[in-house]
């Protein structure tokens, strides 16, 4: 199994562009979640899903959409990029009910100039 | 919303010494996950618990759900155990680990 999977690594985007983080598991899990990491701060969680066709908002959705047509694939889109979504992005994923662990892919370094 | 608030933040200690990294919540939860963040930025899960303890090789974690706290110890520490250390929690009412909430870290480094 190749786990949970995120591209690209490292991006560089300008202010008003937009893009698509992927990120994709192998487990069959159920439940996914996008987090950004900020200096100094933990983890914060953007979108999550508890299934395919099943999304929801987490505490810092402005921004960012999120669609889940499959158990594999939980995209992350910026729409229209601005310099305070200069982050570290995690894609995690775990089974349900409550699985003891919670798979998180290597993250993606967003860079909006 | 639940506050995670972890101590110390930074932690510096030579090979060998006994560590302890702690961890509360305001609000009641269902189970609290410690993580550990490489140097590199990779995150691995390393406990989930939801009362008493549980032990995997030199680490141990501990919970008190009374008092809202949560420690884990690492014995005989060692230079790879140079990481940081996450604490996080789901909230009572949530049936996965979908939605965590997330303290700060405590970075760890241990030297020779």
């Known amino acids: 199994n190749a786990g949970v999977t995120q591209t690209p690594k490292f991006q560089v985007l300008k202010t008003g562009q937009s893009m698509t983080l992927q990120c994709a598991q192998d487990?069959?899990?159920?439940?996914m979640s996008w987090y950004r990491q900020d200096p100094g701060m933990g983890l914060r969680l953007i979108h999550y899903s508890v299934g395919a066709g099943i999304t929801d908002q987490g505490e810092v959705p402005n921004g960012y959409n999120v669609s889940r047509s499959t158990t594999e694939d939980f995209p992350l889109r910026l729409l229209s990029a601005a310099p305070s979504q200069t982050s570290v992005y995690f894609c995690?994923?775990?089974?349900?009910?409550?699985?003891?662990?919670?798979?998180f892919g290597p993250g993606t370094r967003l860079l909006v100039l | 919303k639940n506050e995670v608030e972890q101590s110390p933040q930074n932690l510096t200690a030579q090979e060998g010494e006994f560590i302890t990294i702690n961890c509360s919540y305001s609000v009641g939860i269902s189970a609290l996950h410690w993580l550990q963040q490489h140097p590199g930025g990779g995150i691995v899960s390393l406990f989930m618990?939801?009362?008493g303890k549980k032990k995997h090789g030199r680490l141990i974690a501990t919970i008190n759900i009374q008092e809202k706290h949560s420690s884990l110890h690492i014995t005989a520490s060692h230079p790879r155990d140079s990481a940081v250390y996450i604490c996080?929690?789901?909230?009572?009412?949530?049936?996965?680990?979908?939605?965590?909430?997330f303290g700060t870290g405590t970075r760890l480094t241990i030297i020779p």
């Open positions: 995690a994923s775990s089974q349900s009910p409550a699985q003891e662990t919670q798979y």
């Open positions: 487990m069959n899990h159920e439940y």
């Open positions: 618990l939801s009362s």
């Open positions: 996080a929690v789901r909230n009572t009412g949530d049936f996965g680990n979908e939605k965590l909430t």
